[in-house]
């Protein structure tokens, strides 16, 4: 299994764990009890997710912002194609 959509789709779905990971640093929420629940729930999805990506594959990105700094290392052939055109990053097809 891997990722279906276009790259525009994929970038743009990694902007929810960029808000996620903006209210996980936030001294604002920080006081809530609920965080910690959030942040044991971010960690185990985040531990799945890691294990599907190549990291490092844009290695600008910065290293804390591990997400967008790899990518899936399947996906359909949308995907696979416009990754290697854009931004020369070579994937496998499912």
């Known amino acids: 299994m891997g990722y279906r959509g276009s790259a525009s789709d994929y970038f743009n ?4 764990r960029d808000s996620i990971e903006a209210a996980l640093q936030s001294e604002q929420l920080s006081g809530y009890a609920e965080m910690a629940d959030l942040e ?3 960690a185990q ?4 997710f890691r294990v599907l990506l190549r990291p490092d594959a ?15 290392r399947f996906a359909g052939p949308k995907l696979v194609r416009e990754l290697k055109q854009t931004y020369r990053v070579t ?3 499912i």
């Open 58 to 72: 844009f290695p600008r990105m910065a290293v804390e912002d591990w997400w967008t700094r790899g990518i899936v």
């Open 91 to 93: 994937i496998a097809e």
């Open 40 to 42: 044991e729930q971010v």
């Open 13 to 16: 779905e990694l902007t929810s």
């Open 45 to 48: 999805i985040d531990a799945r």
